[in-house]
């Protein structure tokens, strides 16, 4: 078992990068705190209980596909690159020329095209993914 703040801990000799990611997390862990319920359309995020619905159905989500879609919902409107993903979701312990990201979130879209009609993921070249907007 760590102590509070253990996970936090930096060594000396950091990468800028590797700071701006835990800046992130521990914004995201504070934010995560409250009760708070996300939306996009029909679609719902309960960032408390970390679950999914669809116009008050239940999305069943494997845990990858949970963290892509909350840090998506907590970030709509602005575009999240891979790398913020891997960050977040994986925590530095994927290849970042691995493909998973990618077949998580085709996966994800899967399951909400499914449910919603259509895919409120959208890309945005060289910028990453962005939450919201209905097919057209």
Known sequence: MNAPGAN???AKLFHLAELEA???????????QQD???SCGGL????RSRTAAVNGQTLTLT????G???YLMVHQGSPV???ALMDHVWDNSVDSFSNSIRVHISAL??????MLGYDPIRNRIGEGYLMGGEEA
Do not use: C, P, W
């Open 68 to 70: 892509i879609l909350g």
């Open 8 to 10: 936090d801990y930096l």
């Open 109 to 114: 879209r899967k399951k909400l095209r499914a």
């Open 22 to 32: 835990r800046i992130r997390s521990l914004t995201l862990r504070q934010f995560t």
């Open 44 to 47: 719902t995020f309960d960032t």
């Open 36 to 38: 708070v319920l996300l």
């Open 81 to 83: 690159s891979q790398e």
């Open 63 to 66: 845990r990858k596909e949970t």
